[in-house]
């Protein structure tokens, strides 16, 4: 009978290796899935994973997903790293979604705009992302309420107020009665920063903060103090660090990113609010940090695969009629893996006698 040892010493190089693993037990588990749906798996793979980055224009569009899930990563894993768990990226986006677009149809007038009104609104949406992660901190801190379950119930309340919103205040009057409030115009848009494609100015921002947070996590004493908090909370509380500003911190910060992504897609790729700001990119950024060994720099990479399997989702649907769930499953199977890759390294298999 099979049974699991823990090892005394795990290997450090092979825990930094697992999200690699799972990346190759994602791509095989892959190939056997579109077998086992009739379809070709060299060609299936070479659709899901080549065909969105084989030009310019596909490189482009994988940065726009990249952006979004970047953005939520990088504040997840700040969130994570000081033993918060907050699942409800998902709901601070479309609040900083909310807060920001209705910002921008504020002062948007039909002209105007410029750099210093897209601050503006970008500071909305920031606002919006931290005042509904505050919910989730201010319950945790006064009643010891579960995170996990408050932040998560605020993602479907938060999305029901989107819903309501374009339903009704934020409705574009002249727009034949969809859910959708108007356009904005284009001095309110993100610029493009590459001609003829829909890649905008967020990307450079995810960067930004991907490079901030890691300076804040490795330099500065205030990322040692969340870190420790995470790591060995009776020994932070020995030293005097406070876990509510731990709390505190960590939930604002990764409000302010999320309510940033939410806006940018705003302003970004869809210019205008719609019922849907987001394909579910809070959830899948908890997956993009955890493969990204919640550090500030490895999230560039894993929201690169996650962005990659966006696309090659969209793709496989149209050009071999795959189903649209086909993203879901691939982001399934890289989670499961990772979590596989991490046990065996934390224990070994062994036959019992």
């Known amino acids: 009978m099979l049974k699991m040892e823990k090892r005394p010493s795990p290997s450090v190089a092979m825990s930094w290796l697992s999200p690699v693993f799972a990346v190759l037990l994602t791509v095989i588990c892959g190939a056997i899935l579109f077998v086992a749906l009739g379809k070709n798996p060299v060609t299936g793979l070479s659709v899901f994973l080549l065909e969105p980055i084989k030009d310019l224009q596909g490189w482009s569009e994988v940065g726009?997903?990249?952006?979004p899930l970047l953005l939520i990563a990088v504040g997840l894993s700040i969130c994570f790293r000081s033993n918060v768990f907050n699942i409800g990226a998902e709901g601070q986006l479309v609040v900083g979604a909310i807060a920001g677009g209705a910002a921008g149809l504020y002062f948007d007038q039909g002209e105007g705009g410029g750099a210093l009104m897209i601050a503006v609104v970008l500071l909305a949406g920031m606002a919006g992302g931290m005042a509904w992660a505050s919910i989730t901190a201010f319950l945790r801190d006064r009643f010891n309420a579960n995170e996990i379950l408050v932040s998560l119930m605020l993602v479907y309340v938060a999305q029901l107020l989107l819903s309501l919103l374009v339903h009704g205040p934020l409705r574009d009057p002249e727009g034949f009665n969809f859910p959708q409030s108007r356009m904005l115009s284009?001095?309110?848009?993100?610029?493009?920063?590459?001609?003829?494609?829909?890649?905008?100015?967020g990307i450079v921002m995810a960067?930004?903060?991907?490079?901030?947070?890691?300076?804040?996590?490795?330099?500065?004493?205030?990322?040692?103090?969340?870190?420790?908090?995470?790591?060995?909370?009776?020994?932070?509380?020995?030293?005097?660090?406070?876990?509510?500003?731990?709390l505190w911190t960590s939930m604002l910060l990764c409000g302010a990113l999320a309510g940033?992504?939410?806006?940018?897609?705003?302003?970004?790729?869809?210019?205008?609010?719609?019922?849907?700001?987001?394909?579910?990119?809070?959830?899948?950024?908890?997956?993009?940090?955890?493969?990204?060994?919640?550090h500030p720099i490895g999230v560039v990479f894993s929201s690169f695969i996650m962005a990659l399997f966006y696309i090659g989702g969209e793709l496989s649907q149209s050009r071999l009629g795959m189903p649209n769930a086909i993203t879901g499953v691939f982001q399934g199977i890289l989670l499961f893996s990772l979590l596989a890759c991490d046990v065996l390294i934390h224990y070994k298999l062994s036959w019992r006698k």
Do not use: N
């Open 64 to 67: 726009v997903k990249v952006a």
């Open 186 to 201: 284009e001095g309110f848009l993100l610029p493009i920063i590459l001609d003829q494609t829909r890649l905008h100015f």
């Open 207 to 246: 960067l930004l903060a991907s490079s901030l947070g890691w300076v804040f996590l490795s330099r500065s004493f205030a990322g040692y103090r969340l870190q420790v908090g995470g790591m060995a909370p009776a020994a932070a509380r020995y030293a005097g660090f406070s876990s509510r500003k731990a």
């Open 260 to 294: 940033l992504a939410g806006t940018a897609e705003v302003l970004g790729p869809i210019g205008q609010l719609t019922p849907t700001v987001s394909p579910g990119y809070g959830f899948a950024a908890i997956i993009v940090a955890y493969v990204g060994r919640l």
